[in-house]
T-cell receptor, first 113, second 113 residues
Framework: DTGVSQDPRHKITKRGQNVTFRCDPI?????LYWYRQTLGQGPEFLTY????????KSRLLSDRFSAERPKGSFSTLEIQRTEQGDSAMYLC???????????FGDGTRLSIL | RKEVEQDPGPFNVPEGATVAFNCTYS??????FFWYRQDCRKEPKLLMS???SGNEDGRFTAQLNRASQYISLLIRDSKLSDSATYLC??????????????FGQGTTLQVKP
């Protein structure tokens, strides 16, 4: 399978814990995006990488959130001191160009107890 | 006002029916438009891009009206397998050409036998 892959698929943790998610984009795609989706809503943009450079961050990305894409390949999204409001599906997408469709991974479903 | 607005439905239709979804977007500088399909608890998957001249893919027809900032999706001869949420998606024209996507809330379609 050469699509976007995300790990883990599900994460259940207690409030206050740190969590880290991983995304492996389609290999030739230099653009990588993170989105968050809550029940009944469409995905909302969190952050964008072009190669290894993080070029945009949404206001949704509080200082508890950090994302990296070392070497311009896989990316990680870390949430520190999780809160119940962080419960959501975290989606990663990649694409070749700005106007091109984005291809999504299966997502990581985060539940905060 | 939301950047991309859709009627959330649900639309309940019998098999074989024709159903149309509409969507409006607020930023007149938007350049790329898509319909994505999302099954329950799954990731969004590209259904089709939307072009100014309108485009068709089998039973699906998409239209774009830039003057009215309006996008539509028509599904003919509905199948049970068309039951899903349909997301109207617009490429954000913000500075830096990041290509981030702005999603509508989604319209839920339920096709009944």
């Amino acid at each position: 399978d050469t699509g976007v892959s995300q790990d883990p698929r599900h994460k259940i943790t207690k409030r206050g814990q740190n969590v880290t998610f991983r995304c492996d984009p389609i290999s030739e795609h230099n653009r990588l995006y993170w989105y968050r989706q809550t029940l009944g809503q469409g995905p909302e943009f969190l952050t964008y990488f072009q190669n290894e450079a993080q070029l945009e961050k949404s206001r949704l990305l509080s200082d508890r959130f950090s994302a990296e894409r070392p070497k311009g390949s896989f990316s990680t999204l870390e949430i520190q001191r999780t809160e119940q409001g962080d419960s959501a599906m975290y989606l990663c997408a990649s694409t070749l160009g700005a106007g091109q469709p984005q291809h999504f991974g299966d997502g990581t479903r985060l539940s905060i107890l | 006002r939301k950047e991309v607005e859709q009627d959330p439905g649900p639309f309940n239709v019998p098999e074989g029916a024709t159903v149309a979804f509409n969507c409006t977007y607020s930023n007149s500088a938007s350049q790329s438009f898509f319909w994505y399909r999302q099954d329950c608890r799954k990731e969004p998957k590209l259904l089709m891009s939307v072009y100014s001249s309108g485009n068709e893919d089998g039973r699906f027809t998409a239209q774009l009206n830039r003057a009215s900032q309006y996008i539509s999706l028509l599904i003919r001869d509905s199948k049970l397998s068309d039951s899903a949420t349909y997301l109207c998606v617009v490429n954000s024209p913000g500075s830096g050409n990041t290509g981030k996507l702005i999603f509508g809330q989604g319209t839920t379609l339920q096709v009944k036998p």
